[in-house]
């Protein structure tokens, strides 16, 4: 049996946590990912997150202090760590990190794929790859993701809730594979999307877990 490693598992955790707090950072215009951490309405949802989530499926031997050192890095980390620099190749490590977790009943990590979902929608081609508004404001230049990205570029981030998630689950440019098999998750990441359009992502995040 291969012996539980509270390091191999503390470098996991902030790999999942970059994953999700980079699309609300940009979200909520913050600079870096400290910033995330110290936001009033980021910071209690990603931690309800971590706790019903994510630490349930992490080994239980050494889990919790794997989460504090986790949580001490991601808060403490010099600025370099910025929101902006995480967005190239965002995709796929959500793809690798979190989406493998993500079912109907985990309402943070469904609202969390809704977040990067209306991210990327407004993803737009330019010379040397596509476009995105980073946190500033100011166009971020993306590399790389570049199919899933050209599947993000015939969207938009105001298209009915349902014909958005159908197209993003569906296309197996995106996931390399149809997310419409998973049980229940094109009506929760519907209802997730329709959310954040009608109330805003912050209302959206304050009554995820309601």
């Known amino acids: 049996m291969q012996e539980f490693s509270v390091v191999s598992a503390e470098v996991l955790l ?104 209306l991210l990327f929608a407004g993803a737009r081609r330019v010379e040397g790859g596509y476009s995105l508004i980073g946190s500033d404001g100011s166009a971020v230049i993306l590399t790389r993701d570049e199919e899933a990205l050209r599947s993000f570029s015939r969207l938009s981030c105001d298209m009915q809730a349902d014909s958005l998630a159908y197209a993003v689950l569906s296309d197996v440019a995106i996931w390399n594979r149809d997310l419409r098999q998973e049980e229940g998750l094109e009506e929760a990441l519907t209802a997730a999307i329709q959310d954040i359009q009608l109330l805003g992502l912050k209302p959206a995040m304050e009554r995820a877990f309601e």
């Open 14 to 117: 902030r790999a999942r946590a970059e994953s999700l707090l980079s699309p609300f950072g940009v979200h909520f215009g913050k600079d870096t990912v400290a910033d995330c951490m110290a936001d009033e309405t980021i910071r209690p949802f990603f931690g309800r997150m971590l706790q019903t989530e994510l630490m349930p499926l992490m080994p239980k031997e050494g889990r919790d202090e794997a989460v504090i050192a986790a949580c001490r890095y991601l808060s403490f980390r010099p600025t370099s760590l910025r929101v902006n620099d995480l967005l190239d190749g965002l995709i796929d490590t959500f793809s690798l990190y979190i989406l493998p977790d993500v079912t109907a009943k985990r309402k943070g990590l469904v609202l969390s794929l809704a977040a990067l979902i």
